[in-house]
């Protein structure tokens, strides 16, 4: 069965400090990868998603970047922190005959003080 | 054209009574309309999800009712119980390409015991 892995589950990192948030997914293979942040009380906003090893998009400008260096992995990462990047977010996938239903892993609670 | 409007924000409902959630789109293009869960602190988990082709699903005591006319699709939740208290989400999405889903703002819901 396929089971989603997203760490840590919770982060307080200094404005300005560097981040890395890592999410892998198993017993898949070539899934679509997806990042979303979760503002409190929010809806959820797509950040990047990923149809391949390597091929990153962008949904809207911001101090984050992600990049796929492997099939099942999915990180999200940022070279200086801002208060705005607080949130919680969380990474999906989806695949294979059904590829339009996305699983969510537990999310990554971040605050960035 | 790609907005997905959620409402109410905020829903109350007595146990044993019905839980109505409506969603509203705008992108005909549009082909895949799924209603996520989430609790607090947790990833969302998919709840139940339809096709355009079907003006309505039902899975136990959840029913989705589609309306492609009018470009709406809303969530019931029949005998509502406590333990159904959380945050619901819909979405669309199309069933090509990236698969990437709009969701709705999220809709929070309380059941009283």
């Known amino acids: 069965s396929q089971t989603i892995h997203q760490w840590p589950a919770t982060l307080v990192q200094p404005v300005g400090s560097p981040l890395s948030l890592e999410c892998t997914v198993e017993?898949?293979?070539?899934?679509?990868l997806y990042w979303y942040r979760q503002a409190a009380g929010r809806g959820l906003q797509l950040l990047f998603y990923?149809?391949?090893?390597?091929?990153i998009s962008s949904e809207v400008p911001q101090n984050l970047s992600a990049s796929r260096p492997q099939d099942r992995q999915f990180i999200l990462s940022s070279k200086k922190l801002l208060l705005s990047d607080s949130g919680f977010y969380l990474c999906?996938?989806?695949?294979?005959?059904?590829?339009?239903?996305?699983?969510f892993g537990a999310g990554t609670r971040l605050s960035v003080l | 054209q790609q907005q997905v409007k959620q409402s109410p924000q905020s829903l109350i409902v007595q146990k044993g009574g019905i839980s109505i959630i409506n969603c509203a789109y705008e992108?005909?293009?549009?082909?895949?309309f799924p209603w996520y869960q989430q609790f607090p602190g947790k990833g969302p988990a998919l709840l139940i999800a339809?096709?355009?082709?079907?003006s309505e699903k039902k899975e136990g005591r959840f029913t989705i009712s589609f309306n492609k006319s009018a470009k709406q699709f809303s969530l019931h939740i029949m005998d509502s119980q406590p333990g159904d208290s959380a945050t619901y989400f819909c979405?669309?999405?199309?069933?090509?390409?990236?698969?990437?889903?709009?969701f709705g703002t999220g809709t929070r819901l309380k059941v009283l015991a």
């Open positions: 999906a996938w989806s695949a294979g005959e059904v590829k339009n239903i996305q699983y």
């Open positions: 017993g898949t293979s070539n899934p679509n």
């Open positions: 990923s149809v391949g090893i390597g091929q």
């Open positions: 992108n005909t293009a549009f082909d895949y």
């Open positions: 339809i096709r355009p082709d079907v």
């Open positions: 979405a669309a999405s199309r069933g090509s390409g990236t698969y990437k889903y709009i």
